[in-house]
Nanobody, 126 residues
Framework: QVQLAEAGGGLVQAGGSLRLSCAAS????????MGWFRQAPGKEREFVAA????????YYVDSVKGRFTISRDNAKNTVYLEMNSLKTEDTAVYYC???????????????????WGQGTQVTVSS
C-alpha cells in the first residue's frame, strides 16, 4: 500500500502563488507516475500534471502550462506542485495520485490511478 498526504492549500488572491506538496509513504516505488488532479464543485475530477519518478519527465494539461510546475524530491519521497499566476478558475480541491509508470503513455484519467491522497483545498479570490 502507498499512502499519500497533501499539504499546502489555502486562500490566495488572483495572480498569487501556492506550493502544494504530496508526501508518499508505505510501499514507495521508484517506477511510479505521480499525478495532480483537481475537482471543483459540481465538476468531474480533472487532470492537472504528472511526473515520472524515475527521470523526472513531466506532462501538463494545457490550461496550466507556463503557470504550474510539478517536481519531485526523491530523498523526501515528495512531489510538489508550484502554482503561479493563479486564476479564480483554479479554485478546487487538489488531489495527489500515484500509479505505476508506463513509459509509452501519460495517463490523465483519474480511474487509471491506484492511490490517492485526501485532497487539499485551493481557493483563488478575485
Amino acid at each position: 500500500q502507498v499512502q499519500l498526504a497533501e499539504a499546502g492549500g489555502g486562500l490566495v488572491q488572483a495572480g498569487g502563488s501556492l506550493r502544494l506538496s504530496c508526501a508518499a509513504s508505505g510501499r514507495t516505488f521508484t517506477d511510479a507516475q505521480m499525478g495532480w488532479f483537481r475537482q471543483a464543485p459540481g465538476k468531474e475530477r480533472e487532470f492537472v500534471a504528472a511526473i515520472r519518478w524515475s527521470g523526472g519527465s513531466t506532462y501538463y494539461v494545457d490550461s496550466v502550462k507556463g503557470r504550474f510546475t510539478i517536481s519531485r524530491d526523491n530523498a523526501k519521497n515528495t512531489v510538489y506542485l508550484e502554482m503561479n499566476s493563479l486564476k479564480t478558475e483554479d479554485t478546487a480541491v487538489y488531489y495527489c495520485a500515484a500509479r505505476s509508470t508506463d513509459y509509452r503513455f501519460w495517463y490523465t484519467a483519474a480511474s487509471l490511478y491506484d492511490y490517492w491522497g485526501q485532497g487539499t483545498q485551493v481557493t483563488v479570490s478575485s
